[in-house]
Each structure stands twice: as structure tokens, then as C-alpha cells.
């Protein structure tokens, strides 16, 4: 058979095929032998006109295209040229508007005066930040890059406040290595025990045996002075500490009472590392170590624990925390919780009231000269019935609460949750470039704290441009 033949009797099959497929569409009740349905249609016509499923964005907020670094993102992350239309979900959301530090009894103006021999590079100036909150901070998340802004722009003043061990395989700080053994770890988020003498960062470490060891270094510079903090006791045993491998100093930890002791290791020329190991005459209980350069400069405690919360502050000995405070001489405190509250059930009610006015109160007679900013909870997302990530209510509510407390306690108030976009704020994180939250819409990644960080960052630069900082007086009594 030729083929020129063969081509009419293949059209006809195909006409006849064609025309087969036709017949449910034409014919009632033949709707399931359809192979396409009018709404597969619509899905695929309306991918072509670029027309979404769903809305991207909710409650007036704006997706936008990234063409140029967004905040926080470095040049190198920008993709170019901009992203199709389909790829546009996973973008960085419009950044949110600055939101300013609420604080009508102008409490930072004390911590922008003592800040300005810092700004005027006074030889020997420092100003101490301690922040205090939970599981971002264990890992010095937000911590970290306020630390790393603040002093690119005032001065190196240290690390700051850093645990003697880990306690959580996940703890760390920003530029410093630990490596400990022989330790047990006590706190009121682990296990009893200690009297509830912690220290300043909720967990102590204890070992009577002279192979226990803590080493600490700095990666990069150096420290001045390396203040150890420990539990001083009836019986206590005796600490070695030493410099860069120097010789290593007897430093008694045996007192009259039970209280917080401290012991003060100069380095003039500067220090990289510090150990610290009992001798084995007795029981030693560790809780930090702060490192501080000579200045003038900025030093940022990162005091964070895995679960922590503002009741958690209230199962430590209140007179051994008040010592640990007051001899970290901060100027700044910030407490910064909720997340971990937000679980539970009726939080928010008066004893979640009386027990913040508590540890505002504990911070004042620790350190009476010192500013105390409440800075809200992060919000925290929750899958709905229709699919979309929202806010768990009870964060909206715990912000509120926050901010009655800061105001009745004449504190100043920053609001984390409105800063970084407000409601469903964590549903917009975890879909944008970079994600910024993990799955659980709970914890920030990197990126996410950085961008937290710059919040608070910037709303203090704001707070310190419009402060009469040398007018401000001492706190209320």
C-alpha cells in the first residue's frame, strides 16, 4: 500500500476517537467517563493568567518582588531577574513599619545616659545589656546579632554572660567555644536540687571531682576580665582558675551561708581562654562567666533557657538571683517572654500578673539605677481548619497583659508581636525566601531572629533619638 493511501484511513480513526470523547460531554449522565472536568479547565486556563488559588496575603498586608536586597538580606541572596509569577509565595513579605518603644516615664532615658560615654569613646566606658528569656536566646538568637550590630557601631565590650557548660546540646553563644566535663547540671527547667541557687541563668553546675573540667574560649579577641560566678556554701570546695594556660588560682567557695559568691580573673594585656575545674577538697557549683574587653564598648548577655518563663524566674532563691544581678552591674534589662506561656492554660490571669510584678520588682533591688524594658512575646502560629497558619490567641493576649504590667511597673514596653507584622505573621515567615520560621511556626530560623534583632535594634536607635536621656531620675520606689 502506497502512502499516500494510508492518510485517509488514519484521519478517520482519529475523527472517529475523537468525536468518541465527546460523547459524555454531549450525552446527560455521562459526567464520570469525562476525562477533563470544566473546573480542571479553570485550574489550568487560570495558571496561564497567572491568577492565584487563594489569596497570598491577608488583612492588607502587601507580597512584593524582591529585586533589590530586602531587609536584612545580603546582595548576594537576591535573585535575579525577578521570580515568575508561580514562585512568588516564597518571597520576602513588605517589611513592617518601624514600632516604637512605649515608654511614657521615659525609663531608657537612664540607660541612654550612662550609654553616652560609650558614644563620646570615653577610655574604659561600658554599658551592660542582660537580656533574659527563652529557647531563641539559649542558642544567642536575636541576642547574637544585637550584640554584633551594637558593637560594629559603639565598641567591643565582650561576650558577656556565658554558662560554665551546656546544658542543652544546642546551647551556645555567638564567638565563643565550650567544652566542659564532669558537671551536673541543676536548674528548675531540669531537675531539683541546689536550693534553688542558680544563678543568673537559671542552671548551675556541680562536681566534686578533680577531673571535672570547663574551658572557654574566645574565638576571635580577647577579654580583659573574666568574672566567675559560683554558689558560696558551708563546706564548699575549692575552684582553679586559670588564664591562657597560666598558673591556676585557689579561690575558696566555702561561706558562713549559703549565697552567691564571685571571683574576679585580670588579664591587662588581654586573654583568649579560661579554666576552671575543682581542686577535689569539696563540692563545687558553678553557674557563668562574664568576659569583658577594657573598652569603651557595648557588652550583650544572651541569658536564654530552654523553656524558661517568668514563673520559672520565680522558683529560683530570690536573695541568691537579686546577688547575681547585682553583681552583673547591668544597665539595660530585658525580659523577654511569653512563648512558652502561651501554652498554658489561662495564662495571663492575676498569678501571671503578680509574678511579673515580681521579677520587675527583683530586677529594681538588684539594680536600682538600671532601665527594664518588657519586651513582648514573638508571635506563634497555629494551623487553622481551613489550611492557613494564624495567630494562637493567646499571644494577643499575653502582649496585652505585657503592656499593662510595663505601664503599671513604669517600665518601657516593646512589642515584639506588632513589630514583626502582627497577626499570621509566622504563617508569612515560614513561606518566604529565606524561611524565616521552622515548621512548628514557633522557633525563628537564623534569618528570622536576625530580622527580630533589627526590630529591637532599631526601635532602641529610635527610643535614644527622642529621649532627654540627661533629665531621667531615678526609677520609682
Given at each position: 500500500?502506497?502512502?499516500?493511501?494510508?492518510?485517509?484511513?488514519?484521519?478517520?480513526?482519529?475523527?472517529?476517537?475523537a468525536?468518541g470523547?465527546?460523547?459524555?460531554?454531549?450525552?446527560?449522565?455521562?459526567?464520570?467517563l469525562?476525562?477533563?472536568?470544566?473546573?480542571?479547565?479553570?485550574r489550568?486556563?487560570?495558571?496561564?493568567?497567572?491568577?492565584?488559588?487563594?489569596?497570598?496575603?491577608?488583612?492588607?498586608?502587601?507580597?512584593?518582588?524582591?529585586?533589590?536586597?530586602?531587609p536584612?538580606?545580603?546582595?548576594?541572596?537576591?535573585?535575579?531577574?525577578?521570580?515568575?509569577?508561580s514562585?512568588?509565595?516564597r518571597?520576602?513579605?513588605?517589611a513592617?513599619?518601624?514600632v516604637?518603644?512605649?515608654?511614657?516615664?521615659?525609663?531608657l532615658?537612664?540607660?541612654?545616659?550612662?550609654?553616652?560615654?560609650?558614644?563620646?569613646?570615653?577610655?574604659?566606658?561600658?554599658?551592660?545589656?542582660?537580656?533574659?528569656?527563652?529557647?531563641?536566646?539559649?542558642?544567642?538568637?536575636?541576642?547574637?546579632?544585637?550584640?554584633?550590630?551594637?558593637?560594629?557601631?559603639?565598641?567591643?565590650?565582650?561576650?558577656?554572660?556565658?554558662?560554665v557548660?551546656?546544658?542543652?546540646?544546642?546551647?551556645?553563644?555567638?564567638?565563643?567555644?565550650?567544652?566542659?566535663?564532669?558537671?551536673?547540671a541543676?536548674?528548675?527547667?531540669?531537675?531539683?536540687?541546689?536550693?534553688?541557687?542558680?544563678?543568673?541563668?537559671?542552671?548551675?553546675?556541680?562536681?566534686?571531682?578533680?577531673?571535672?573540667?570547663?574551658?572557654?574560649?574566645r574565638?576571635?579577641?580577647?577579654?580583659?576580665?573574666?568574672?566567675?560566678?559560683?554558689?558560696?556554701?558551708?563546706?564548699?570546695?575549692t575552684?582553679?582558675?586559670s588564664?591562657?594556660?597560666?598558673?591556676?588560682?585557689?579561690?575558696?567557695?566555702?561561706?558562713?551561708?549559703?549565697?552567691?559568691?564571685?571571683?574576679?580573673?585580670?588579664?591587662?594585656?588581654?586573654?583568649?581562654r579560661?579554666?576552671l575545674?575543682?581542686?577535689?577538697d569539696?563540692?563545687?557549683?558553678?553557674?557563668?562567666?562574664v568576659?569583658?574587653?577594657?573598652?569603651?564598648?557595648?557588652?550583650?548577655?544572651a541569658?536564654?533557657?530552654?523553656?524558661?518563663?517568668?514563673?520559672?524566674?520565680?522558683?529560683?532563691?530570690?536573695?541568691?538571683?537579686?546577688?547575681?544581678?547585682?553583681?552583673?552591674?547591668?544597665?539595660?534589662?530585658?525580659?523577654?517572654?511569653g512563648?512558652?506561656?502561651?501554652?498554658?492554660?489561662?495564662?495571663g490571669?492575676?498569678?501571671?500578673?503578680?509574678?511579673?510584678?515580681?521579677?520587675?520588682?527583683?530586677?529594681?533591688?538588684?539594680?536600682?539605677?538600671?532601665?527594664?524594658?518588657?519586651?513582648?512575646?514573638?508571635?506563634?502560629?497555629?494551623?487553622?481548619?481551613?489550611?492557613?497558619?494564624?495567630?494562637?490567641?493567646?499571644?494577643?493576649?499575653l502582649?496585652?497583659?505585657?503592656?499593662?504590667?510595663?505601664?503599671?511597673?513604669?517600665?518601657?514596653?516593646?512589642?515584639t508581636?506588632?513589630?514583626?507584622?502582627?497577626?499570621?505573621?509566622?504563617?508569612?515567615?515560614?513561606?518566604?525566601?529565606?524561611?524565616?520560621?521552622?515548621?512548628?511556626?514557633?522557633?525563628?530560623?537564623?534569618?528570622?531572629?536576625?530580622?527580630?534583632?533589627?526590630l529591637?535594634?532599631?526601635?532602641?536607635?529610635?527610643?535614644?533619638?527622642?529621649?532627654?536621656?540627661?533629665?531621667a531620675?531615678?526609677?520609682?520606689?
Amino acid at each position: 500500500m502506497r502512502e499516500t493511501d494510508r492518510f485517509p484511513r488514519l484521519a478517520g480513526t482519529a475523527l472517529l476517537v475523537a468525536l468518541g470523547a465527546l460523547v459524555p460531554y454531549l450525552a446527560p449522565g455521562m459526567e464520570r467517563l469525562r476525562l477533563v472536568s470544566p473546573a480542571d479547565l479553570a485550574r489550568v486556563t487560570g495558571s496561564f493568567r497567572g491568577a492565584p488559588r487563594a489569596p497570598l496575603v491577608k488583612r492588607n498586608e502587601t507580597a512584593i518582588v524582591v529585586t533589590g536586597p530586602a531587609p536584612g538580606q545580603r546582595p548576594q541572596e537576591v535573585a535575579a531577574p525577578p521570580l515568575p509569577y508561580s514562585q512568588r509565595r516564597r518571597v520576602h513579605a513588605a517589611a513592617p513599619p518601624l514600632v516604637p518603644i512605649e515608654d511614657p516615664s521615659n525609663e531608657l532615658g537612664r540607660f541612654f545616659a550612662r550609654l553616652e560615654p560609650v558614644e563620646e569613646r570615653r577610655t574604659g566606658a561600658l554599658v551592660r545589656i542582660t537580656h533574659l528569656g527563652d529557647s531563641p536566646l539559649t542558642g544567642d538568637l536575636i541576642s547574637g546579632e544585637a550584640r554584633q550590630i551594637l558593637q560594629a557601631e559603639l565598641g567591643d565590650g565582650g561576650p558577656g554572660f556565658v554558662l560554665v557548660a551546656k546544658p542543652w546540646g544546642w546551647y551556645g553563644h555567638q564567638g565563643i567555644s565550650i567544652h566542659a566535663k564532669g558537671w551536673v547540671a541543676r536548674s528548675p527547667l531540669l531537675s531539683p536540687g541546689n536550693g534553688g541557687h542558680h544563678g543568673l541563668g537559671l542552671v548551675s553546675f556541680t562536681s566534686a571531682s578533680g577531673s571535672a573540667r570547663s574551658e572557654i574560649r574566645r574565638e576571635a579577641g580577647t577579654f580583659a576580665r573574666a568574672d566567675v560566678t559560683f554558689t558560696a556554701a558551708p563546706g564548699g570546695g575549692t575552684l582553679l582558675v586559670s588564664l591562657d594556660g597560666g598558673p591556676e588560682e585557689e579561690v575558696s567557695t566555702s561561706a558562713s551561708r549559703r549565697g552567691t559568691g564571685h571571683f574576679a580573673a585580670a588579664a591587662p594585656g588581654g586573654a583568649g581562654r579560661i579554666v576552671l575545674r575543682p581542686k577535689g577538697d569539696g563540692e563545687v557549683t558553678l553557674h557563668g562567666v562574664v568576659l569583658e574587653t577594657g573598652g569603651p564598648g557595648v557588652v550583650y548577655d544572651a541569658i536564654g533557657a530552654n523553656g524558661a518563663s517568668i514563673h520559672a524566674l520565680n522558683l529560683l532563691d530570690e536573695e541568691g538571683w537579686v546577688e547575681a544581678l547585682a553583681l552583673r552591674g547591668s544597665d539595660l534589662v530585658i525580659l523577654n517572654y511569653g512563648t512558652n506561656e502561651s501554652s498554658m492554660e489561662g495564662i495571663g490571669g492575676p498569678r501571671y500578673e503578680r509574678e511579673y510584678a515580681r521579677t520587675i520588682g527583683r530586677v529594681r533591688r538588684a539594680l536600682p539605677g538600671a532601665s527594664v524594658l518588657v519586651m513582648a512575646p514573638m508571635d506563634r502560629g497555629v494551623r487553622l481548619a481551613d489550611g492557613s497558619v494564624g495567630t494562637m490567641p493567646s499571644i494577643r493576649r499575653l502582649v496585652a497583659v505585657q503592656r499593662r504590667i510595663a505601664r503599671e511597673n513604669a517600665c518601657a514596653f516593646f512589642d515584639t508581636f506588632t513589630a514583626m507584622g502582627g497577626e499570621g505573621t509566622m504563617g508569612r515567615w515560614y513561606e518566604s525566601a529565606p524561611r524565616l520560621v521552622t515548621g512548628d511556626f514557633t522557633h525563628t530560623t537564623k534569618a528570622g531572629s536576625d530580622r527580630v534583632a533589627r526590630l529591637l535594634v532599631g526601635a532602641l536607635r529610635a527610643a535614644r533619638a527622642v529621649s532627654p536621656s540627661r533629665a531621667a531620675g531615678p526609677p520609682p520606689s
